[in-house]
């Protein structure tokens, strides 16, 4: 079963301004990790974030952790054209031996 | 050198047929998955394997039957192709979870069934 909601759903910004995206889950978590997948292209990975971790930073890109929410953000800051892509969270469970299990994702398009 | 490489990229074919998808990654890991994105982009793990070994197996019909000759490699042959089997098929390899990396993907097979 899918294991992520993804919020929002589609989200249109311009070049310059910070996009966040949010992402929630059911179970327990090893680690959370997002990724980029561009149209028609294979997934792209971004960052991890550890079960035990709250914040992680990536060049422009911000990941948050609640474990107590089951939730995390991805924040991308001074967002380009090129970041329009769809956005993906996935979770990887204590027992699922490393399986991804991913949320329907975010398609952010970044208006030049 | 790409790390992850599928062929084909492109496959038609007719309902009833039988075709493989196959799969190498160069990047030394123990393991290799199968996902499928359907066409409203949902991913879902298929199989799974581990040096060789089947770890995961998604409550996928019988008629996918993933093989790994070596850990380098694991190929989906795919058989009886029904129009549901219609998507784009996801290699991808990974570390052991506690190395705490990402996964790599391959570049996708977007396979339609006529």
Redesign the interface.
Known sequence: SQQGEEDPQALSIQEGENATMNCSYKTSINNLQWYRQNSGRGLVHLILIRSNEREKHSGRLRVTLDTSKKSSSLLITASRAADTASYFCATVGGTSYGKLTFGQGTILTVHP | DTAVSQTPKYLVTQMGNDKSIKCEQNLGHD?M?W?KQDS??????MF?Y?NKEL??NETVPNRFSPKSPDKAHLNLHINSLELGDSAVY?C?S?P??AA?????????TRLTVV
């Open positions: 393991t998955y996902y409203k982009k949902f991913l879902k793990i799974s581990n770890i995961i996801f991808a990974s052991p979870p705490g990396s990402g996964y790599t993907f391959g570049s996708g």
